[in-house]
T-cell receptor, first 109, second 115 residues
Framework: GESVGLHLPTLSVQEGDNSIINCAYS??????FIWYKQESGKGPQFIID?????DKRQGQRVTVLLNKTVKHLSLQIAATQPGDSAVYFC????????FGGGTRLMVKP | DTEVTQTPKHLVMGMTNKKSLKCEQH?????MYWYKQKAKKPPELMFV???????INESVPSRFSPECPNSSLLNLHLHALQPEDSALYLC??????????????FGPGTRLTVT
């Protein structure tokens, strides 16, 4: 069946460094993937999405890479800031959203 | 307006109580969702409404009863809950399309504690 998973439950980075959060999926039936950011006490917030006909998409300080060969998705955050501290979920958007387990990003000042 | 609002923010209820969670959006979305999120876990889908009709029920116990009175409102009625039902309940909305889902916009959630 379909599933979406994350490689690491927690990632700690120094302020100003780049962060890379990884996600693996087991089935490519869906046509697109979304990264969500969830801060403490808030609901998930859309960051960026990517369709399966793309390999890369860039936003403001964020880049998502999709490797369909190895079924791997990553979110790269440039110049990580304290405000980036949150839990990040990858999600596959098919008939419904299927969330990965989440990675907590902690930014050290 | 790209906001989904939820009330109340926090709710404490006993196992014999009846309460309701409310969700509202004014983005013209015709799909609305209820999710349950336990601590340190991803959101789990409970219900999906499409054009005010229940389209998906993810085998949720009958003590949770959803209602969609109109295209902007979504309620979740709670009755005879168990302590293990304590969680963050998230509402979301999106456009509807025939195949696959559009981006979902989430509300801030209701933190529910069942005593």
């Amino acid at each position: 069946g379909e599933s979406v998973g994350l490689h690491l439950p927690t990632l700690s980075v120094q302020e100003g460094d780049n962060s890379i959060i990884n996600c693996a999926y087991s089935n490519s039936a869906s046509d697109y993937f979304i990264w969500y950011k969830q801060e403490s006490g808030k609901g998930p917030q859309f960051i960026i999405d990517i369709r399966s006909n793309m390999d890369k998409r860039q936003g403001q300080r964020v880049t998502v890479l999709l490797n369909k060969t190895v079924k791997h998705l990553s979110l790269q955050i440039a110049a990580t800031q304290p405000g980036d501290s949150a839990v990040y979920f990858c999600a596959r958007a098919g008939n419904m959203l299927t969330f990965g387990g989440g990675t907590r990003l902690m930014v050290k000042p | 307006d790209t906001e989904v609002t939820q009330t109340p923010k926090h709710l404490v209820m006993g196992m014999t109580n009846k309460k309701s969670l409310k969700c509202e959006q004014h983005m013209g979305h015709r799909a609305m969702y209820w999710y349950k999120q336990k601590a340190k876990k991803p959101p789990e889908l409970m219900f999906v409404y499409s054009y005010e009709k229940l389209s998906i029920n993810e085998s949720v116990p009958s003590r949770f009863s959803p209602e969609c009175p109109n295209s902007s409102l979504l309620n979740l009625h709670l009755h005879a809950l168990q302590p293990e039902d304590s969680a963050l309940y998230l509402c979301a909305s999106s456009q509807v399309r025939l195949a696959g889902s559009y981006e979902q916009y989430f509300g801030p959630g209701t933190r529910l504690t069942v005593t």
